[in-house]
């Protein structure tokens, strides 16, 4: 079975080597195009109760560390499917900080971007989790990476940002951040991905929503980005009957949010809607193709990925003869879920991400990629951490083949 | 200002250097005579909320890892009172087993006495406390200890209990362990302090109850050991009304169960009443003073304790002419907590333990010991940590000095 995890191969000893080293004067052009992410790397503590539990009592259960924070979860799926993340974060000399760069180093990726200083005291979000795996009770410790993750930190790798295909930010970051890293995209034409973290973040997207090239929010941070946006809040979250609602019902309740990102200038919104799918919408789909992704694409370490999802999902095959050009100016496509025996839903929208500018990276078109980045949210479904150890580049393939297939253009009722 | 964390003299160098390697044969009377700690090490995940949490959210807030576990602190606590505790438990080879190892080794502790498996998951509780800084939720994952802290690794050390002045046991251990840990002690006269830990595993002293010399419950603990060793519920936990309970209605409430330990075999109890104090009891103080430590006591390294608190606890002032001997065979003495600025209560009862029975060790005797473990409890109250960083020694004579003098005798109403 072909894997991706094989770290041993000389060929990827020397990339990583590469890879390592500030930018000096004169070697911008040297520098290694993969992707660059900037946010969050956090320790999650999730103790979960083997018993009914009172409130205000200590129970019986598991208590594991996983790694995470949405940038990190990002970062460490693409590593895991053979493209080489550069992670910009912060994190503190603290056990959570060591175990972070232990399995950052071990994993060979650069922790050159990765601050480090005595005043950091290391992302930490501790969630307790009743019998039934939902919340009971959760306390986020974060302030670090919006105090350390500074425009002063992120600009000395501005060489990493002018060569990567793509950068991606998570909603961690702070306002004076977010835009920093976003100009420097925008003055080198690097397409930038807006994962908006939770609610309350996401409407920090107001102050970049220019720059945003794709956007990555469920539901409700869709919501919140519009309102946030808009200046107003004029759009309200989905409420959920009891009766399912088809893909289409869900299509027409978010078209207006989904329309006024489109508007300010996102060029890709990719709704997750959990066990529901994915939206993927754009204005026209020629939109979507004009994504040209830097000249070095597809990466010959991502060939593998490439070979094997372009294969199963041929380009343009589902909507090279749609109408949808011609009725509408919005462009959208509904992906299905795939099914899965759920252990923990946590992840899920980061291995989407990931897997999605993984594929990008690889030189897939970005229907394929989704397809990817819903196959590779499936498996971390599946296992307790917030990254699968490992992907199986057939499964992934197949899977993918499975949502691509499964996948239908959805009409709208009116123009944008 | 004479602090005892000062762990560089070259007499404590030479010292640590006895305290490593297992004991080979006819080396029984090389062993170092230094307490034995038989018990949990457990990583403490204590995350509070900085605002008020609605059940089922994140909230933002702290999240700090403690060093932790019953016995782990206690030992954590004596060494800081500069007599060396030798420590028998179990981790695992995961990042909570490497910080708990990483401080014992630090502080120039033994690890000798410490398994570490491949098998072993080192137990981790942790609690979310909300705003006021009470449990909102809590998961305790600590099957380990019972699992790994086998009778055949403590078996391992019998010269070490053979020779030590005191062992002691938390109630982490399973009742097999606890029977091996105890009849050792017996076997060489070794005095043991049983800590009851949780209410629900305070029960198993019912099968060592004849082995315990000390034991230190809290008032439910005191009720279900009682009940346990019964071997029915008669006893049932003390009801607080609104109004203050008196230190002699709290005794007179409590007597009844204390009595049952005291029948069964154990020789002292020492109860726990949070900011009301502590009772200490025994049939008769002349039982208190049978209570010989082995010969070579007070060690050279705890002289300065000894003789800080010896001059102003004086020996035998307050109770060398009591009449409690004439009118029951039940001795009661109530020892007043000290004023706190709270942070944190956990850890003030196992600083409690520890301060007590580094007190022992010195020489002192059990009210001149109690004393000191009132105080020791007091610093710990006032930190963030399970165990303070380090002790005055000064400030902790004096404190002691506060709590010996505030002793009061309680007179029983009726034989026991």
Redesign the interface.
């Known amino acids: 079975m072909n894997r991706f995890s094989d770290k041993s191969s000389p060929e990827n000893e020397t990339l990583g080597g590469i890879q390592s080293g500030f930018c000096k004067e004169g070697q911008v052009k040297k520098c290694r195009v993969e992707p660059v992410v900037i946010g969050g790397m956090v320790l999650d503590?999730n103790?979960?109760?083997s018993m009914h539990?009172n409130?205000?009592?200590?129970?019986?259960?598991?208590?594991i560390?996983s790694l995470g924070g949405v940038a990190r979860n990002v970062a460490d799926c693409i590593s895991k499917l053979e493209a080489r993340p550069f992670m910009i974060s912060a994190v503190g000399f603290?056990?959570?900080g060591n175990?972070l760069l232990e399995h950052w180093e071990s994993a060979g990726l650069s922790i050159e971007g990765i601050q480090r200083h005595q005043n950091i005291e290391t992302a930490?979000?501790?969630?307790?989790f009743d019998q039934k795996g939902?919340?009971?009770?959760?306390?986020?410790?974060?302030?670090s990476i919006e105090k350390f993750l500074t425009p002063r930190w992120i600009e000395k790798f501005k060489c990493k940002i002018s060569s990567t295909p793509i950068l991606m930010v998570d909603a961690n970051l702070n306002s004076s951040s977010l835009e920093a890293s976003c100009q420097m995209a925008a003055q080198f034409n690097t397409p930038v991905w807006f994962e908006p973290v939770s609610v309350a973040k996401s409407r920090r997207i107001a102050s970049v929503v220019q720059y945003v090239t794709f956007a990555s929010p469920n539901e409700d941070e869709l919501v919140a980005m519009a309102n946030a946006i808009s200046g107003r809040d004029i759009f309200q979250p989905i409420r959920h009957s009891s009766t399912k609602l088809s893909k289409d019902s869900f299509f027409q309740m978010l078209k207006p949010a989904i329309s006024v990102l489109l508007y300010k200038g996102v060029k890709v919104v990719v709704v997750t809607l959990g066990s529901e799918g994915v939206l993927l919408c754009s204005k026209g789909k020629s939109n979507l193709q004009k994504l040209a992704f830097k000249e070095n694409q597809p990466s010959h370490l991502s060939r593998e990925l490439y070979e094997a999802v372009n294969t199963v999902c041929p380009r343009d095959q589902l909507f090279g003869a749609s109408m949808c050009e011609q009725i509408s100016n919005l462009f959208a496509v509904h992906f299905p879920a795939l099914p899965a025996s759920v252990v923990r839903l946590t992840g899920a929208g980061d291995c989407l991400v990931g897997g999605t500018i993984a594929s990008l990276c690889a030189g897939l078109d970005v229907m394929q990629s989704v397809a990817v980045g819903i196959a590779a949210a499936k498996v971390v479904v599946e296992v307790e951490s917030n990254v699968p150890d490992e992907y199986c580049l057939a499964k992934l393939a197949d899977n993918a083949r499975s949502v691509y297939s499964g996948a239908t253009m959805l009409l709208s009722q009116s123009k944008l």
């Open positions: 503590v103790a979960t109760s539990a409130p205000r009592t200590t129970t019986p259960g598991k208590v560390f603290d056990m959570a175990m930490v979000v501790c969630h307790i939902e919340v009971a009770a959760g306390v986020a410790h974060v302030e």
